[in-house]
């Protein structure tokens, strides 16, 4: 089992429509979880990162972190085509970067207008 | 820009060449990382330096692998004697302490012959 599942897809949504990501795991020593947006044929970027148990939420994004569960979420509201990516979750133990990230494989969203 | 610059973006080489790579963290970020990325995966981390010491290094790194970090500055990515199995996205990132997430270069695709 790898530390980190992710359905890879790949998801297609119309505009406007709400989606939801989702990514389980295994450790529990993970604390810190983040979501990044990837294009094609660019690195990672950040887009919302939360700690322990919890939401958070920025604009159309809210992520959502269960620790019983070992159950991450990202909701996208009012989806448009722009956000049309693949989105990886990923993971630490510890802040600041002392025990590298764990990455899901990544969900490729397709916004349809 | 002050983003994490990659060198090349694109490689295309014969299989038993060594090829090189090279990263420009953000100047104020301590911490650089090395991930690979295939495609419909997520990045698996490979090594990570902190500032010139290099602190952690992946399985996935084997012996043909080396990665220096000179002055705590710009980073190298060398893979001697290539083999078709090296194909994949080669991604570098940068942190500073006690910041989350990393913010990454978009990356160095390699492809072996």
């Known amino acids: 089992q790898k530390e980190v599942e992710q359905d890879p897809g790949p998801l297609s949504v119309p505009e406007g429509a709400i989606v939801s990501l989702n990514c389980t795991y295994s450790n529990s020593a993970f604390q810190y979880f983040m979501w990044y947006r990837q294009y094609s044929r660019k690195g990672p970027e950040l887009l919302m990162y939360?700690?322990?148990?919890g939401n958070k939420e920025d604009g159309r994004f809210t992520a959502q972190v269960d620790k019983s569960s070992k159950y991450i979420s990202l909701f996208i509201r009012d989806s448009q085509p722009s956000d049309s990516a693949t989105y990886l979750c990923?993971?630490?133990?510890?802040?600041?970067?002392?025990?590298?990230?764990?990455f899901g494989k990544g969900t490729r969203l397709s916004v349809i207008a | 820009d002050t983003g994490v610059s990659q060198d090349p973006r694109h490689k295309i080489t014969k299989r038993g060449q060594n090829v090189t790579f090279r990263c420009d963290p953000i100047s104020e970020h301590n911490r650089l990382y090395w991930y690979r990325q295939t495609l419909g995966q997520g990045p698996e981390f490979l090594t990570y330096?902190?500032?010139?010491?290099?602190?952690?290094k992946s399985r996935l790194l084997s012996d043909r692998f080396s990665a220096e970090r000179p002055k705590g500055s710009f980073s190298t990515l060398e893979i001697q004697r290539t083999e078709q199995g090296d194909s994949a996205m080669y991604l570098c990132?940068?942190?500073?302490?006690?910041?989350?997430?990393?913010?990454f270069g978009s990356g160095t695709r390699l492809t072996v012959v």
């Open positions: 990132a940068s942190s500073a302490d006690r910041l989350l997430g990393y913010t």
């Open positions: 990923a993971m630490s133990q510890t802040l600041g970067g002392n025990t590298p990230l764990v």
């Open positions: 330096f902190q500032n010139e010491a290099q602190l952690e």
């Open positions: 939360t700690y322990s148990s």
